[in-house]
T-cell receptor, first 111, second 113 residues
Framework: DTAVSQTPKYLVTQMGNDKSIKCEQN?????MYWYKQDSKKFLKIMFS???????INETVPNRFSPKSPDKAHLNLHINSLELGDSAVYFC??????????FGSGTQLSVL | GQQLNQSPQSMFIQEGEDVSMNCTSS?????WLWYKQDPGEGPVLLIA?????ELTSNGRLTAQFGITRKDSFLNISASIPSDVGIYFC?????????????FGKGTLLTVNP
């Protein structure tokens, strides 16, 4: 069983479209995250939810909206996609401080 | 904001060689973490350090939490081809928030068989 699973693995779409990425963790963790990895492999936190409540919201365009229906799921919806949104998006979860468990990533390509 | 300087940016080594990389911070850290990212995958935790001076091993990997609490290093002994990947240091973000890890920019390791 995959601990943190996110779908889809690859997402290719046109500018202006709306898309969603789904994430689920079966580790029983209370906290989930979305990270963005740019073309230079730099990892930056976007959002964090603890028990379905938003606790971290970095300077991210409001076209990005996370939703956590329960503590095992954290989805990311992106409206009006732009070229600069192309990146790899990682979902992660944690219980113990700092020990993040990452999903395998969603490579988003906006054309 | 919090900054982590990780070096070297990349390394090309021969199989069997030892590797060393390090990370320095502009502020004191209470936790240092080392992750490895394989191509097409998410980062995986290798070693976690929670105490200044702590030296921890995981197989051929050894990491140390610097005495000043502003640095950490990771050593890999007798490298093998599967050690290829990007190695990241990480630690809690500004204000010591446990929910916000700051990552270094990574060290890309290439091992020639």
């Amino acid at each position: 069983d995959t601990a943190v699973s996110q779908t889809p693995k690859y997402l290719v779409t046109q500018m202006g479209n709306d898309k969603s990425i789904k994430c689920e963790q079966n580790l029983g963790h209370d906290t989930m995250y979305w990270y963005k990895q740019d073309s230079k492999k730099f990892l930056k936190i976007m959002f964090s939810y603890n028990n379905k409540e938003l606790i971290i919201n970095e300077t991210v365009p409001n076209r990005f909206s996370p939703k956590s229906p329960d503590k095992a799921h954290l989805n990311l919806h992106i409206n009006s996609l732009e070229l600069g949104d192309s990146a790899v998006y990682f979902c992660a979860s944690s219980q113990v401080t700092g020990t993040l468990f990452f999903g395998s990533g969603t490579q988003l390509s906006v054309l | 904001g919090q900054q982590l300087n990780q070096s070297p940016q990349s390394m090309f080594i021969q199989e069997g060689e030892d590797v060393s990389m390090n990370c320095t911070s502009s502020s004191i850290f209470n936790t240092w973490l080392w992750y490895k990212q394989d191509p097409g995958e998410g980062p995986v935790l290798l070693i976690a350090l929670y105490k200044a001076g702590e030296l921890t091993s995981n197989g051929r990997l050894t990491a140390q939490f610097g005495i000043t609490r502003k640095d950490s290093f990771l050593n890999i002994s007798a490298s093998i081809p599967s050690d290829v990947g990007i190695y990241f240091c990480a630690g809690p973000g500004s204000g010591g928030s446990n929910y916000k890890l700051t990552f270094g920019k990574g060290t890309l390791l290439t091992v020639n068989p």
